[in-house]
């Protein structure tokens, strides 16, 4: 037997410390939580993710009755930009959430299907994405999907 010993880095900021590029990010994704069509979960999530050329593209969580046939927002945004821009790397992406009348305290983090969709963006375009968790209270950065998805089905190395 030989254990395996896996790190995650992530790094935990305030909105202040943001850069204005990362703070513009950041309120793209909160605006794009108002647009989410979440009418059974109550749970609006937005993303917005930034090109290599500049653009920001925005997308959000859309529902479905015949669960689980709707889509999370991380993969709305990085789909409508892979669609839309099929040259452009994604540099960085943005994830917040809304819930209650109010956004949440603490970020969330992409789910499976997301990281790995996440880490799809990252191969094709031979270029780590910083993602940023917006929380009111602390904002999450990491650096590349690899610190949110250990051992990936394909990887930038592969």
Same mark, same amino acid.
């Given at each position: 037997?030989?254990?395996v010993?896996?790190?995650?880095?992530?790094?935990?900021?305030?909105?202040?410390?943001?850069?204005?590029?990362?703070?513009?990010?950041?309120?793209?994704?909160?605006?794009?939580t108002?647009?989410a069509?979440?009418?059974?979960?109550?749970?609006?999530?937005?993303?917005?993710?930034?090109?290599?050329?500049g653009?920001?593209?925005?997308?959000?969580?859309?529902?479905?009755?015949?669960?689980?046939?709707?889509?999370?927002?991380?993969?709305?945004?990085?789909?409508? !930009?892979? /669609?839309?821009?099929?040259?452009?790397?994604?540099?960085?992406?943005?994830?917040? !959430?809304?819930?209650?009348?109010?956004?949440?305290?603490?970020?969330? /983090?992409?789910?499976?299907?997301?990281?790995q969709?996440?880490?799809?963006?990252?191969?094709?375009?031979?270029?780590?994405?910083?993602?940023?968790?917006?929380?009111?209270?602390?904002?999450?950065?990491?650096e590349?999907?690899?610190?949110l998805?250990?051992? !990936?089905?394909?990887?930038?190395?592969?």
């Amino acid at each position: 037997m030989k254990p395996v010993n896996l790190q995650t880095k992530v790094t935990i900021y305030c909105y202040e410390e943001l850069n204005s590029a990362e703070k513009s990010l950041i309120d793209k994704a909160k605006e794009a939580t108002s647009r989410a069509y979440a009418p059974y979960s109550k749970f609006s999530v937005g993303a917005a993710a930034l090109l290599q050329n500049g653009e920001i593209v925005t997308g959000n969580n859309q529902e479905n009755v015949a669960f689980p046939s709707g889509l999370c927002a991380e993969r709305t945004t990085l789909f409508y !930009a892979n /669609s839309q821009y099929p040259d452009q790397a994604v540099l960085s992406l943005a994830i917040a !959430a809304y819930t209650g009348g109010d956004f949440l305290a603490r970020p969330i /983090s992409p789910c499976g299907s997301c990281r790995q969709v996440i880490l799809e963006t990252e191969t094709r375009y031979r270029h780590p994405i910083r993602i940023l968790l917006y929380g009111k209270e602390e904002i999450y950065v990491i650096e590349g999907i690899q610190n949110l998805l250990p051992l !990936a089905f394909g990887s930038l190395t592969d």
